[in-house]
């Protein structure tokens, strides 16, 4: 863990404080590897029992409760003091314009199911893109299932490819079919 990587945290966390977004832990993490998957770097993702989960990220938010930056109350996490990393204008317009682009596909549908669901449907996306250059709705719901099994019902996984299908068009420079 870093002070950029706590930067981004804090950036991101007053960009959603100003949606009034009651942020948790897997907001948190789909949000950020949403963000990264849009050209925001800053924390590596990976499978996990609920979609892709950066280990970093979970010391960093660590890190920031224990310095009484943030305080997580087991529902939301919230902003203590984040006087120590100032500001970042261009950044956080950034981060707002990316959220308001994941409220969309998501129709601000927080849900932890929904957001285990989208996080999942994009990692696969992104695997299946680093070894073709189309996605079908039929390889992420081979590569979905082989990871969830029939926790989703097809129907769920298909709905919330074409919701991110429509909101990125496209993925990687990958024709998203």
Same mark, same amino acid.
């Given at each position: 863990? %870093?002070?950029?990587?706590?930067? @981004?945290?804090? %950036?991101?966390?007053?960009? @959603?404080?100003s ?6 832990? *897997?907001? /948190? ?5 949403? @963000?990264?998957?849009?050209? =925001? ?12 989960? +950066?280990?970093? @990220?979970?010391?960093?938010?660590? +890190?920031?409760?224990? $310095?009484?930056?943030?305080k %997580?109350?087991g529902? #939301?996490?919230q902003? !203590?003091? !984040?006087? #120590?990393?100032?500001?970042n204008?261009? !950044?956080?317009?950034?981060? #707002?314009?990316?959220?308001i !682009?994941f409220?969309? *596909? /998501? ?6 199911? #929904?957001?285990e669901c989208?996080?999942?449907? /994009? ?5 299946? +893109?680093?070894?073709?250059?189309? =996605?079908?709705?039929k ?6 299932k082989? $990871? ?19 909101? /990125?068009?496209?993925l ?6």
């Open positions: 863990m %870093d002070d950029q990587q706590k930067q @981004l945290v804090a %950036d991101i966390l007053r960009v @959603l404080d949606h009034k977004i009651h942020t948790t832990k *897997i907001f /948190l993490h789909k949000f950020i590897y949403f @963000l990264t998957m849009q050209g =925001i770097p800053g924390f590596r993702f990976e499978p996990y029992t609920y979609g892709p989960y +950066s280990f970093n @990220l979970a010391s960093t938010i660590g +890190s920031m409760i224990f $310095w009484d930056e943030i %997580d109350d529902k #939301n996490i902003i !203590l003091d !984040l006087n #120590n990393y100032p500001k204008n261009e !950044l956080e317009k950034n981060i #707002n314009n990316k959220y !682009l409220d969309k *596909i /998501l129709d601000a549908d927080f849900s932890f199911k #929904n957001l989208f996080g999942t449907v /994009l990692y696969c996306m992104d695997v299946i +893109s680093n070894s073709s250059n189309k =996605i079908s709705k390889e992420v719901i081979d590569e979905f082989q $990871w969830k099994h029939d926790r989703y019902k097809d129907d769920d996984i298909i709905t919330m490819y074409y919701k991110i299908k429509n909101g /990125l068009h496209e990687n420079s990958v024709t998203i079919e």
